[in-house]
């Protein structure tokens, strides 16, 4: 079976690491350099990019991450980790740098202050029923690249129509945090991903 790798540096680890158990996925944290080369794939997980950016370079991860995301590493981030596998990012802290491979851009805590944190249900394409999203400071993302498939898009509201989740090959990013609560289809989705590119 593949090893996931989850990156433990920063922001709600445990969710993700509980949500592949439930799937019957074993995990592994990813702290250290040498630890990047032991993984077939990377879960960048919520929380909060700016910090998570400065620790992996503290931690001497951005540039072993980054090469094993250029030959093609299968990732998934959920919210910060949407803009930390992003190659732009609008409304980013100054100097904030992200490990990039999506060709997006997201923005950063876009849907502002009235609507924070919301929930919503969402179409997702290859799902059958409907995904319970809970975003909370969530980016969307303001454009995709050719190689970008859009896989869900918020319905309603002052929002509707914004991109919320992407994929594009190995990697796959949501707005929202589908490690919080028991849905656990999204998390398979990605195993799947792994699974055959492995
Ligand atoms: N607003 C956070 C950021 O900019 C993301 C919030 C989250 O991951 N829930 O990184």
Same mark, same amino acid.
């Given at each position: 079976t593949p090893r996931i790798g989850i990156l433990a540096v920063q922001g709600d680890v445990r969710e993700h690491v509980a949500a592949f158990h439930e799937l019957g996925v074993d995990t592994v944290p990813v702290r250290r350099p040498e630890e990047v080369g032991r993984i077939d794939a990377l879960v960048v997980p919520g929380g909060e990019s700016t910090v998570m950016d400065k620790l992996v370079r503290t931690f001497g991860l951005y540039e072993p991450l980054r090469e094993r995301l250029e030959h093609g590493m299968p990732a998934y981030g959920s919210c910060a980790g949407m803009i930390m596998l992003a190659d732009r990012v609008s409304d980013g802290a100054a100097g904030q740098q992200t490990l990039g491979?999506?060709?997006?851009? /997201? #923005? #950063?805590? %876009? $849907?502002? #202050?009235? /609507?924070?944190? $919301? *929930? %919503? *249900?969402?179409? $997702? /394409?290859?799902?059958d029923e409907p995904v319970h999203a809970v975003f909370i400071r969530a980016p969307w993302v303001d454009q995709v690249g050719d190689g970008v498939e859009v896989l869900a898009r918020v319905g309603e509201g002052p929002a509707a129509g914004k991109i919320v989740a992407v994929r594009q090959d190995g990697l796959l990013a949501t707005s929202f945090h589908p490690e919080v609560g028991t849905d656990r289809r999204i998390h398979a989705e990605f195993v799947k991903i792994v699974s055959s590119r492995a």
């Open positions: 491979g999506l060709d997006i851009t /997201v #923005r #950063r805590n %876009a $849907f502002g #202050r009235q /609507v924070d944190s $919301f *929930e %919503a *249900e969402l179409d $997702f /394409v290859g799902l």
